[in-house]
Structure formats: structure tokens, C-alpha cells
């Protein structure tokens, strides 16, 4: 007889994620050379050569054990945010930081608020642990920070704030942030994931500046998934109080971050000019894609981040499966609940340029 097997209760309400599609995929489904991948806000320059050379350098050592506290990696990035190494963790990309601090956290019955759209790691973690998700719709794409603040109750654990928002691109200011993290009782832990802050430009007010104000309830997240191009190596990690660190590295696993993570990021970290770079890359790119959706009366919100939120008047499925076809995958804005919004990673000129286009004969064949 075979047997239908039955998880536990709070895995049942798990949607599995859907990522954006692989390149390889792409490109077997429809026989194509091509493939654009305007979907996941990687960085389009790549990694850094000296991420490159760190990485090659290391390559023979791969049959020892990484490091298992990441500790040269942490002393690092003590250095640049001039924090001590215990107030950081270092994570197999800062979903795992996710997963962690739910696992450290949350139990049964408890609360993680988020926004509605926003990363939907936090919906996962509070389903994994069988957990409410409370989710407060954006307002003006935007958190509705004063709605989160009336919704607080003893069940909640976490508040999850991504700064600047994926998909939305939207940075909550200064002023803002201030007074919400003044408002919001200690016991309540704030995650300020800010996978995008090196987008979001001078006046971006980091959560850095709490942590080291000693509130010991706020904890950031940041990967080396983005700007620094190293998402294939997933290395990610997060700052928080001595305290709210030790508790989530209890449920880590002894050896979570790989040997080649820990040296690339770590001269990653290093290349200022390849940062430098990439932010001039798009800070044009998205200049010139904001005039040309403006000319299509298609409106956008405002980012602080590598990836625009697109209303595009049209079905976002249709145009996913018809720019897929041409080579191109952007995230359609119905996994999110906007049928016709779409989030497109800002990328080279050329790139940014056959997008456009692709989306206008796309939209015309509708
Ligand atoms: C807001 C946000 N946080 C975290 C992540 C996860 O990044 P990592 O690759 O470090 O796991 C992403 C990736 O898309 C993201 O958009």
C-alpha cells in the first residue's frame, strides 16, 4: 500500500516559493541563445575581479571545512561598520538570517508583521514556524507605518520592514523611521533587511544607526547578493545587539557559509571603485527607463533600490510569458497580488534599451 504522507501542521500552509525562472531553463523552453535576466536584481557588472581572484586563490582548500563563525569575514565587516564581531552573523545568503531568527523567535501563536507586497521570506518563515502573518497593505507603495503600529499586541514577535521594499523599491525616511522604532515597545524585534541600501543614496538613514544608539531590538540584514554580484555563492548577514545575535547563531548549522563565500565577500568588500561603479550604472539606467515609462504614461514608484515597481497597464502574466519568449524575464507583479504591475531589474544600457522595446511589441501583440 503507499502511503500518503502528512507533514506537519504548519508546512501545509507553506506555498513553495516561486523564484524567477533560470536562465537555463529559458533558454531550452524556447530554443533561444540569449536570455536576459532582468528578474532577481543581481548586479549586471558581476562580482568584483578581486572577489574573482580571491576566489580562484582558494579554490584548493575546498576539501577543509570552511570556517564555521565566518570570524575573518566578520572582522571585516567589524571594521567597515565600526561594530564589534558578536553583534554579527554571517549566513548562507540572509534568507538563512531569515530562516534563523524565526527559528530562534517564533512559536506557535505568535505574530510577524510585514507590508503587503514585500519579500515573502517573512510570510515563509512565519509559516514554517506556524506563526500568524499579519500583513498590512502599502499605502502609496509604501509601509503604512502608523497602521503596523496600531496592530501591535502581545503576540507579536517580529516586525519585518525591507528598506528600501522589494518589490516596490520605496526607503522610509529618516524622520520616519525614527520615531516608528521610538514607538514600537523593545520586546518586538524590527528586521531592517536592507539587501538594496548601497542603491538608495546619501540620505538613506540605515538601521546601523540604532544598533549602535544601543536599541537592542532592531536587526539588520545585508547580502553580498546584490551590489557586491555574488548571489550564486549565497553569503548574506546580519548586525544586531550582542544579545539578539547569540540567540539566533544557536540554531545555526555548524558549517553554513562556504570557504570561496567567505574570501570573495570578504575582497568584495574591498572594491570601492567596482561599488562605485555599479551604482553610476544605475543611477543612469534608471533615469533613463523612469523618462521612458513616463512617455508611456506607465507610473512607477520612485526606487531606492536596482529593480523599478511598474504599473504597465496591462496583464503582468501575459507580458511575462510574452517578453519570456523573446529572451527577457522580469517578475510579474501577480505573484505579488498587482496584476498589472511588473518589477524589472535596472541593467545595461543595451539591455535597458531591447527591454523596452521587446515590452512595446509585447504590449502591441496583447
Ligand atoms: C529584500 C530582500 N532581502 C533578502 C534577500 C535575500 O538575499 P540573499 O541572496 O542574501 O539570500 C532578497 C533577495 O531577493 C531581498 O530582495
Redesign the pocket.
Given at each position: 500500500m503507499k502511503i500518503e504522507w502528512k507533514g506537519r501542521e504548519a508546512i501545509n500552509n507553506i506555498k513553495p516559493y516561486s523564484p524567477g525562472k533560470a536562465i537555463d531553463e529559458v533558454k531550452k523552453e524556447f530554443g533561444l541563445k540569449n536570455i536576459y535576466k532582468m528578474a532577481?536584481?543581481e548586479n549586471p557588472l558581476g562580482p568584483s575581479q578581486l572577489a574573482i581572484e580571491a576566489i580562484k586563490n582558494n579554490t584548493s582548500n575546498i576539501h577543509i571545512y570552511p570556517d564555521g563563525c565566518s570570524l575573518l569575514l566578520k572582522e571585516s565587516i567589524a571594521k567597515k561598520n565600526n561594530i564589534n564581531t558578536q553583534q554579527i552573523i554571517v549566513?548562507?545568503?540572509?534568507?538563512?538570517i531569515?530562516k534563523l531568527l524565526g527559528e530562534s523567535f517564533l512559536e506557535k501563536g505568535d505574530t510577524i508583521i510585514m507590508g503587503e507586497p514585500?519579500?515573502s521570506?517573512y510570510d515563509y518563515i512565519g509559516n514554517l514556524m506556524g506563526a500568524k502573518v499579519k500583513k498590512i497593505p502599502l499605502v502609496n507603495f509604501a509601509f503604512d507605518l502608523e497602521e503596523i503600529l496600531d496592530n501591535l499586541d502581545d503576540s507579536v514577535k517580529i516586525i519585518a520592514l525591507?528598506n528600501?521594499?522589494?518589490p516596490t523599491g520605496t526607503v522610509i525616511e529618516k524622520d520616519e523611521l525614527i520615531s516608528f522604532i521610538d514607538r514600537v515597545p523593545e520586546k518586538i524585534i524590527v528586521v531592517l533587511?536592507e539587501?538594496?541600501k548601497e542603491y538608495a543614496g546619501d540620505n538613506f538613514y540605515s538601521g546601523l544607526n540604532f544598533i549602535k544608539k544601543e536599541k537592542n531590538n532592531v536587526l539588520i540584514?545585508n547580502?553580498?547578493?546584490?551590489i557586491y554580484g555574488l548571489?550564486a555563492l549565497?553569503?548574506?548577514y546580519g548586525i544586531g545587539s550582542e544579545s539578539l545575535i547569540s540567540w539566533i547563531t544557536r540554531a545555526k548549522e555548524p558549517f553554513n557559509v562556504n570557504v570561496l563565500a567567505q574570501v570573495g565577500a570578504m575582497a568584495a568588500l574591498e572594491d570601492i571603485e567596482h561599488l562605485k561603479r555599479s551604482i553610476a550604472l544605475n543611477d543612469s539606467g534608471k533615469a533613463f527607463l523612469y523618462k521612458e515609462f513616463s512617455e508611456r504614461n506607465f507610473d512607477y514608484s520612485p526606487s531606492g533600490a536596482n529593480f523599478i515597481w511598474v504599473d504597465i497597464k496591462n496583464d503582468s502574466k501575459k507580458v511575462f510569458d510574452g517578453l519570456l519568449k523573446k529572451g527577457i524575464i522580469i517578475r510579474p507583479g501577480y505573484v505579488f497580488g498587482a496584476d498589472n504591475h511588473i518589477r524589472v531589474t535596472i541593467d545595461k544600457p543595451e539591455i535597458n534599451r531591447y527591454f523596452l522595446d521587446m515590452l512595446d511589441e509585447v504590449i502591441r501583440e496583447i
Open positions: 532577481s536584481n549566513g548562507n545568503g540572509s534568507d538563512e531569515i514585500s519579500f521570506e525591507c528600501p521594499n522589494n533587511d539587501a538594496y540584514l547580502t553580498f547578493s546584490k548571489a549565497r553569503v548574506g
